[in-house]
């Protein structure tokens, strides 16, 4: 059945290393997104991709990158350089100027 | 700047009544809204959208108003049941040229509790 997969539920960092969280769809949606929630606040947009091999910096992209070679796949990658990088990552996906966004169930991700 | 703002952190109702969740907003060039469900631990779910040529729009037990001029969405659920407890989230798309770019701004959440 259609849907949206992220993996793994929960991850930990070192300090210092680098971390991909994966994001997978197949609902065929041309456009990908990932958002990060922290305790008391909303979804915040760090990177989003509205066709394959694009995607452009949401409203906190610094400390992390994102990469887009199939439609179906929209990995995270939180660098070093995210100096608070303990959140909920979530992705999520929609198809073109349609606003609905289906989510994926998120990541966890926790600093040792 | 909190373009989308959901200044009450929590709800508390009984089951069988109303719940209400308001939402403000302060961008005049948000025209689409949308009210997602959150349970802990997973991803939002999509419950009802507006767009800025209607006032209302309903599914079932949930209705979304909407009062452009105040710049103001609410959320109605009735009656309000158990399983409706979950974390609530108003989001604002703004359309660019007739051109959708799907990207949505959330607020904060709403925790809402409905007791039995």
């Known amino acids: 059945d259609g849907g949206i997969t992220q993996s793994p539920k929960y991850l930990f960092r070192k300090e210092g290393q680098n971390v991909t969280l994966s994001c997978e769809q197949n609902?065929?949606?041309?456009?990908m997104y990932w958002y990060r929630q922290d305790p008391g606040q909303g979804l915040r947009l760090i990177y989003y991709s509205q066709i394959v091999n694009d995607f452009q910096k949401g409203d906190i992209a610094e400390g992390y990158s994102v990469s887009r070679e199939k439609k179906e796949s929209f990995p995270l990658t939180v660098t070093s350089a995210q100096k608070n990088p303990t959140a909920f990552y979530l992705c999520?996906?929609?198809?073109?100027?349609?606003?609905?966004?289906?989510f994926g169930p998120g990541t966890r991700l926790l600093v040792l | 700047d909190q373009q989308v703002k959901q200044n009450s952190p929590s709800l508390s109702v009984q089951e069988g009544r109303i719940s209400i969740l308001n939402c403000d907003y302060t961008n005049s060039m948000f025209d689409y809204f949308l009210w997602y469900k959150k349970y802990p631990a997973e991803g939002p779910t999509f419950l009802i959208s507006i767009s800025s040529i209607k006032d209302k729009n309903e599914d079932g037990r949930f209705t979304v108003f909407l009062n452009k001029s105040a710049k103001h969405l609410s959320l109605h659920i009735v009656p309000s049941q158990p399983g409706d407890s979950a974390v609530y989230f108003c989001a604002a798309s703004a359309r660019a040229g007739g051109t959708s770019y799907g990207k949505l701004t959330f607020g904060q959440g709403t925790i809402l509790t409905v007791h039995p």
């Open positions: 999520a996906s929609g198809q073109g100027a349609v606003e609905t966004q289906y």
């Open positions: 609902l065929n949606h041309d456009a």
